[in-house]
């Protein structure tokens, strides 16, 4: 087969939806758009075990307390999953670690952003996994099998984490009044980082038109920026809170909600390691790696006897 040949396969399977799995010939770019994307994705998912982190000792009952410590775990298995994912392109995954902890690597822009009160573990739960599943509902038809099939289980728990957040924002904004204004204030605060995740404006990113012609992307930024603002604002209703936006207005001619500027330099600023916690995220990450050489270091040795003994009970 000629590299041409190979091409016109891989553009036919990409056509009739058939999964790319890792053995098949697939383009650099293609590879290379994969790796960054899906990367990221995972850094992603354990930078952002820390701002919910945050509050597992403070919980305020024992209920609220193992559920988002198991919410949490759940941030790391994603991760992991995300990881193996990127691994069958060929990357291994202390050169992805290395990526992140020299900030080289991008990981979502939310994460960088405090949690002050308990309120916020409702935000997060509510806006950022609510965010998150938006984006990666459509990813589990994504044209890469093990990135699809890792993303069906992930979005199954997402659910359940958007369901906690939700609950408990339904609780604070039935509660006292002083519930009801941190519920306010954190939705207050959590609502603009949460449309920036779906990244930039389609007419200034400059990997989705390819990423949607190879179905990595199903839906563009802006569109799922705007799913995810016609089904969150409903539910705002729901609890009594206002959208922090004076210019949200139902288009009866669009059929959507149109909403305010979303402040791009903010983005932008937090992107390039500017935003209020990107030094502490990425500090308290290469902490963790470096305190966790003693057990990689005992899981490695542990493995290696295991082999060795394997090997003389082969040769006995
Ligand atoms: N933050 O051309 P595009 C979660 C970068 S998981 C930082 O539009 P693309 C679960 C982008 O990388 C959240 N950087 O790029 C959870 C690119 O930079 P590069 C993560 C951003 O890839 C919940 C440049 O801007 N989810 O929350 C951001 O086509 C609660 C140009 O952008 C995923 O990663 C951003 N928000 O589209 C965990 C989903 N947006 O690489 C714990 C998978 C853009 O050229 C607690 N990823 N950039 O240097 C995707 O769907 C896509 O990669 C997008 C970006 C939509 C994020």
């Known amino acids: 087969m000629t590299v041409h040949s190979f091409q016109e396969h891989f553009d036919d399977l990409i056509d009739r939806e058939v999964t790319i799995e890792p053995k098949d010939w697939m383009p650099d770019d293609y590879r290379k758009t994969l790796i ?10 354990i930078v952002g075990m820390l701002p919910e982190g945050n509050w597992i000792t403070r919980a305020p009952s024992l209920r609220r307390k193992a559920v988002l410590l198991a919410k949490v775990q759940d941030e790391a298995g994603h991760g992991l999953y995300l990881y193996s994912a990127a691994e069958t392109l060929g990357v291994t995954r202390d050169t992805l670690y ?8 991008k990981y979502s822009s939310i994460f960088n952003y405090p949690t002050l009160t308990w309120a916020d573990m409702g935000a997060v739960g509510w806006l950022v996994d609510g965010a998150a599943i938006m984006n990666q509902v459509p990813l589990c038809r994504t044209s890469y099998g093990p990135y699809a099939r890792a993303m069906v289980r992930v979005c199954k728990e997402e659910s359940f984490h958007q369901r906690q957040g939700f609950e408990i924002m339904l609780t604070l904004s039935k509660g006292t009044e002083i519930q009801k204004k941190l519920a306010q204030d954190a939705f207050n605060r959590w609502w603009w980082p949460s449309l920036m995740m779906f990244g930039p404006p389609d007419a200034e990113s400059p990997h989705t038109a390819q990423s949607v012609r190879w179905r990595i992307k199903r839906l563009t930024n802006d569109e799922l920026r705007q799913k995810f603002v016609d089904v969150t604002v409903e539910q705002a209703k729901v609890l009594g809170l206002t959208v922090p936006d004076k210019d949200l207005k139902w288009n009866e001619e669009r059929g959507h909600f149109d909403f305010g500027v979303i402040n791009w330099d903010e983005f932008w600023n937090v992107v390039k390691g500017n935003g209020p916690c990107n030094k502490q995220r990425l500090e308290t990450r290469k902490k963790a790696w470096e305190e966790g050489k003693w057990v990689r270091d005992a899981a490695m040795a542990h493995a290696e006897k295991r082999k060795a003994r394997k090997a003389v009970k082969e040769a006995a």
Do not use: N
């Not at 290395?98 to 690597?105: E, M």
């Open 36 to 45: 960054r994307q899906i990367s990221q994705h995972a850094h992603s998912e």
């Open 98 to 105: 290395d990526q992140l902890h020299t900030g080289k690597a």
